[in-house]
């Protein structure tokens, strides 16, 4: 963690560790991922043998690689079992990359080379890391066979708890330039679509698209889109070639003129929500839509699931993990806008359909990704059997 001083949370010390030196200017493209990782990594580094001389010596390492910052504590601390985070493998084929026919990657073969050398941090890993989890059975399968026999299945999980159906919810939306805020309740025809960021990887550009025929069709329909303006994961657009620098934007100015100005009054667009709003949003919520291209899962589809919500998703991986088609949600061609609006429709159209979809979500997330029933007991057994196999060695 880079931060000035050292603080406490929930009763874990945390220390922060500070970066030398910022990514060389004109390094080549392709080397400056793994550069801000190996800054990253000789950051904790320094930090963690500044512990050791202080005489912390931990029996498990758990590291979440991606920015590489585990990359060299078991030089510090060679007795230590690792345990890594297996979220992502990056791979030219079946994943994101070159997915949408839409975006296609110009040079393929140098992007592929690109590709090798951001897995390097992985590669390195493979070499020491002693076990890994990985939250679905598809992000597992990216990584090379070599490894994948050291990676266990194990979701992060979801407070279902927290997140439940709330029949009473409210929700005030305050708009710009109005003097009273929009009341939003479980009375309400709303359709929701959450992204961290509004981009083409999480399949913003389409659901953008079936706007103006869904407000055609549902003439009572409230849309919430939540989402920043930035990237999470692809590029940015370019102003030249899109006319806009957020795809936000890009797709608002493709769709704008296919909706009136009175529909278009519909569509709300609430930027980075706090969470208790957050959740407020999908227990209200009469449709909720997630899109994505073939990448790590987001928190937010099993989130809805939890609130009982019925779910319209991509038909990508790794969703066919956490739904079925027809038995706790809807799935449908990635690239069918068509279908994307059919399917919306017919559940706005069916509340009992919605119920009993909405009703099996929930009954998936609270069996299989529950934080404190299911995913958090074998994320301490699999610590524990770390731990084990430290004092068994000793």
């Known amino acids: 963690m880079q931060k000035s001083e050292q603080t406490r949370w929930e009763g874990v010390e945390l220390f922060p560790y500070a970066v030398s030196q910022g990514s060389t200017p004109g390094v080549h493209p392709w080397v400056t991922d793994f550069e801000t990782k190996i800054i990253r990594a000789e950051g904790a580094f320094r930090a963690c043998v500044q512990l050791k001389d202080q005489g912390f010596a931990p029996d498990v390492i758990v590291a979440h690689p991606g920015w590489g910052e585990s990359l060299f504590l078991k030089e510090v601390w060679p007795r230590a079992k690792l345990g890594i985070f297996c979220e992502f493998y990056y791979v030219s084929e079946g994943a994101d990359t070159g997915f949408d026919p839409e975006f296609p990657v110009e040079d393929v073969s140098g992007n592929n080379c690109r590709l090798r050398l951001k897995n390097l941090n992985n590669h390195m890993h493979f070499d020491f890391a002693d076990a890994a989890i990985a939250p679905t059975s598809w992000q597992a399968s990216s990584f090379p066979d070599s490894f994948r026999s050291k990676i266990t299945v194990v979701h992060d999980g979801i407070d279902t708890d927290v997140i439940r159906p709330n029949q009473n919810v409210q929700l005030n939306l305050r708009r710009s330039g109005a003097a009273a805020p929009l009341t939003f309740t479980r009375n309400d025809e709303v359709i929701t679509f959450v992204n961290r960021n509004l981009e083409p990887m999480r399949g913003f550009h389409i659901f953008m698209r079936a706007l103006p025929k869904i ?180």
């Open 215 to 394: 407000l055609t069709e549902r003439r009572n329909a409230r849309v919430i889109i939540v989402g920043g303006d930035g990237v999470s994961y692809g590029a940015k657009p370019s102003i030249e070639k899109n006319g806009a620098d957020s795809w936000k934007e890009v797709f608002i100015n493709e769709v704008r003129g296919r909706i009136s100005d009175e529909d278009w009054a519909r569509v709300h667009f609430v930027g980075q929500v706090p969470y208790v709003n957050f959740v407020s949003l999908l227990q209200l919520s009469t449709v909720h839509v997630y899109w994505t291209y073939p990448f790590v899962l987001s928190w937010s589809l099993i989130e809805a699931m939890s609130a009982g919500t019925a779910i319209v998703a991509s038909d990508t991986a790794p969703l066919r993990e956490v739904i079925t088609h027809g038995e706790n949600g809807l799935l449908v061609d990635f690239f069918s806008i068509d279908s994307l609006v059919q399917a919306v429709c017919c559940l706005l159209d069916d509340p009992q359909e919605r119920q009993r979809l909405g009703t099996a979500a929930r009954h998936t997330a609270v069996a299989a990704y529950d934080l404190n029933t299911v995913c958090l007991p074998k994320q301490l057994a699999w610590v524990e059997a770390l731990a084990q196999r430290n004092q068994d060695k000793g």
